[in-house]
Protein backbone atom coordinates (compact mmCIF):
# COMPACT_ATOMS: atom_id res chain seq x y z
CA UNK A 1 0.00 0.00 0.00
CA UNK A 2 1.01 3.28 -1.21
CA UNK A 3 -0.26 6.81 0.06
CA UNK A 4 0.78 9.75 -2.76
CA UNK A 5 0.35 13.04 -1.54
CA UNK A 6 0.52 16.21 -3.90
CA UNK A 7 -0.35 19.71 -3.93
CA UNK A 8 2.20 21.92 -2.46
CA UNK A 9 3.64 24.43 -3.82
CA UNK A 10 4.58 28.16 -2.82
CA UNK A 11 1.49 30.81 -2.67
CA UNK A 12 1.18 34.06 -0.93
CA UNK A 13 -0.55 34.39 2.22
CA UNK A 14 -4.66 34.73 2.08
CA UNK A 15 -4.21 32.52 -0.92
CA UNK A 16 -4.98 28.87 -1.00
CA UNK A 17 -4.13 25.54 -1.63
CA UNK A 18 -5.60 22.32 -2.19
CA UNK A 19 -3.77 18.99 -1.47
CA UNK A 20 -4.95 15.42 -3.06
CA UNK A 21 -4.07 12.02 -1.29
CA UNK A 22 -4.55 9.01 -3.12
CA UNK A 23 -4.23 4.95 -1.37
CA UNK A 24 -2.85 2.54 -4.13
CA UNK A 25 -1.99 -0.84 -4.25
CA UNK A 26 -3.04 -3.94 -3.31
CA UNK A 27 -6.79 -4.55 -1.52
CA UNK A 28 -7.68 -3.19 1.21
CA UNK A 29 -10.22 -1.19 3.20
CA UNK A 30 -9.29 2.87 4.34
CA UNK A 31 -10.57 4.13 8.02
CA UNK A 32 -9.76 7.22 9.21
CA UNK A 33 -7.89 9.53 7.05
CA UNK A 34 -5.74 12.64 7.50
CA UNK A 35 -3.33 15.37 7.42
CA UNK A 36 -0.25 16.06 9.12
CA UNK A 37 2.39 18.87 9.53
CA UNK A 38 5.49 19.53 10.94
CA UNK A 39 6.71 23.47 10.28
CA UNK A 40 10.41 24.37 10.54
CA UNK A 41 12.06 23.10 13.72
CA UNK A 42 9.22 21.65 15.26
CA UNK A 43 7.01 18.59 15.80
CA UNK A 44 4.47 16.90 13.20
CA UNK A 45 1.05 17.74 14.50
CA UNK A 46 -2.61 17.24 12.99
CA UNK A 47 -3.80 19.44 10.92
CA UNK A 48 -7.27 17.32 10.25
CA UNK A 49 -8.86 14.03 10.01
CA UNK A 50 -11.96 12.41 8.61
CA UNK A 51 -13.63 8.95 9.61
CA UNK A 52 -14.73 6.46 6.97
CA UNK A 53 -18.42 7.40 7.90
CA UNK A 54 -17.41 11.69 7.29
CA UNK A 55 -16.90 12.40 10.53
CA UNK A 56 -14.03 15.30 10.54
CA UNK A 57 -11.87 16.67 12.98
CA UNK A 58 -9.67 19.84 13.17
CA UNK A 59 -6.79 21.71 14.74
CA UNK A 60 -7.74 24.83 16.60
CA UNK A 61 -5.30 26.62 14.18
CA UNK A 62 -7.02 25.48 11.39
CA UNK A 63 -10.83 25.50 11.94
CA UNK A 64 -12.60 27.76 9.44
CA UNK A 65 -10.02 27.40 6.92
CA UNK A 66 -9.21 24.09 6.50
CA UNK A 67 -11.42 21.28 4.75
CA UNK A 68 -10.73 17.85 4.51
CA UNK A 69 -12.73 15.33 2.87
CA UNK A 70 -12.38 11.89 0.93
CA UNK A 71 -13.71 9.87 -1.71
CA UNK A 72 -13.73 6.10 -0.80
CA UNK A 73 -14.26 5.19 -4.46
CA UNK A 74 -11.23 7.02 -5.55
CA UNK A 75 -9.41 6.35 -2.34
CA UNK A 76 -8.61 10.08 -2.19
CA UNK A 77 -8.48 12.29 0.75
CA UNK A 78 -8.26 15.76 -0.09
CA UNK A 79 -7.04 18.84 2.15
CA UNK A 80 -8.82 22.18 1.08
CA UNK A 81 -6.26 24.73 2.88
CA UNK A 82 -7.80 28.41 2.36
CA UNK A 83 -6.37 31.68 3.90
CA UNK A 84 -3.21 30.35 4.59
CA UNK A 85 -0.72 32.67 6.71
CA UNK A 86 3.11 32.14 6.98
CA UNK A 87 2.23 29.56 10.23
CA UNK A 88 0.91 27.55 7.90
CA UNK A 89 4.49 27.01 6.33
CA UNK A 90 5.13 23.57 6.98
CA UNK A 91 5.48 19.68 5.31
CA UNK A 92 2.42 18.37 5.18
CA UNK A 93 1.88 14.26 5.22
CA UNK A 94 -0.80 12.24 4.43
CA UNK A 95 -2.00 9.30 6.82
CA UNK A 96 -4.02 6.64 6.40
CA UNK A 97 -5.43 3.71 9.12
CA UNK A 98 -5.38 1.10 6.62
CA UNK A 99 -6.47 -3.01 6.65
CA UNK A 100 -5.07 -4.71 4.36
CA UNK A 101 -5.92 -8.14 2.51
CA UNK A 102 -3.69 -11.17 3.11
CA UNK A 103 -4.46 -14.15 0.53
CA UNK A 104 -2.69 -16.45 3.20
CA UNK A 105 -5.25 -15.89 5.74
CA UNK A 106 -8.27 -14.73 3.51
CA UNK A 107 -9.24 -11.57 4.90
CA UNK A 108 -7.95 -8.05 6.27
CA UNK A 109 -5.46 -7.84 8.95
CA UNK A 110 -5.66 -5.69 11.58
CA UNK A 111 -4.90 -2.35 10.49
CA UNK A 112 -2.14 0.16 10.58
CA UNK A 113 -1.49 3.13 9.97
CA UNK A 114 0.49 4.50 6.72
CA UNK A 115 2.28 7.48 5.38
CA UNK A 116 2.83 8.86 2.61
CA UNK A 117 5.96 11.19 1.39
CA UNK A 118 5.61 14.73 2.45
CA UNK A 119 4.68 17.75 0.47
CA UNK A 120 5.90 21.00 0.74
CA UNK A 121 3.85 23.97 1.62
CA UNK A 122 5.26 27.32 1.77
CA UNK A 123 3.08 30.14 1.88
CA UNK A 124 5.41 33.71 2.38
CA UNK A 125 4.50 36.94 4.14
Known amino acids: VQLQASGGGLVQAGGYLRLSCVVSGGIFSVRTMGWYRQPPGKQRELVAEITSGGNANYADSVKGRFTISRDDAKNTVWLQMDRLTADDTAVYYC????????????????????WGKGTQVTVSS
Open 95 to 114: SAHIAVYSASSGGLLSPRDY
